[in-house]
């Protein structure tokens, strides 16, 4: 069994680039006791809301885990807010939570579930993520269609067709 570590850290502004985001910042202890920079992706809580995470390298050699805007929102959480933390290294690290619509489509078309099985599990989870964040039911199944056509045809998956074929 995997060792748990709890912490509490303060949500803060990235300052990491383009792309503003809220970020915790895993204290060293924590990142060693789950055993390093070996150690790519988590599981645990943020107060009381299941997380699975990857822990990610900052220019300083620190770890941080991005707060997406779904979870602040859920949690009802705002920047400079004092957070509660477990971590447990992930048993699964290559697992990738589908939405229902696109794993539905991959057992539907073999072409695409091999493609798919091809790439990395990171491209996996940006596909998964690109699918599941459309907010209407159209969206996510136009994204599902487009995604698979391009797979099965050996296609760029990350630069869905403009049209699909009819």
Request: glycine share 10%; hydrophobic share 40%.
């Amino acid at each position: 069994m995997q060792p748990t570590f709890s912490f509490r850290a303060r949500l803060q502004p990235n300052g990491l680039g383009f792309m503003p985001m809220l970020i915790l910042i895993v204290p060293e202890e924590v990142v060693e006791g789950l055993g390093g920079k070996s150690v790519k992706r988590i599981v645990g809580t943020l107060n009381g809301f299941a997380i699975r995470r990857g822990l990610l390298p900052m220019r300083t050699g620190e770890r941080y885990l991005m707060v997406s805007k779904a979870l602040l929102k859920q949690a009802n959480l705002q920047v400079g807010a004092e957070v509660d933390i477990t971590l447990t290294a992930d048993p699964n690290p290559d697992h990738v939570d589908l939405p229902e619509e696109f794993a539905e489509g991959l057992a539907e078309w073999p072409e695409a579930e091999q493609a798919f099985a091809r790439l990395t599990p990171g491209q996996q989870r940006n596909l998964a993520h690109y699918i599941g964040t459309a907010k209407r039911t159209e969206t996510r199944v136009q994204r599902v269609l487009g995604v698979l056509h391009q797979l099965a045809t050996g296609g760029n998956p990350f630069r869905p067709p403009k049209t699909l074929p009819v």
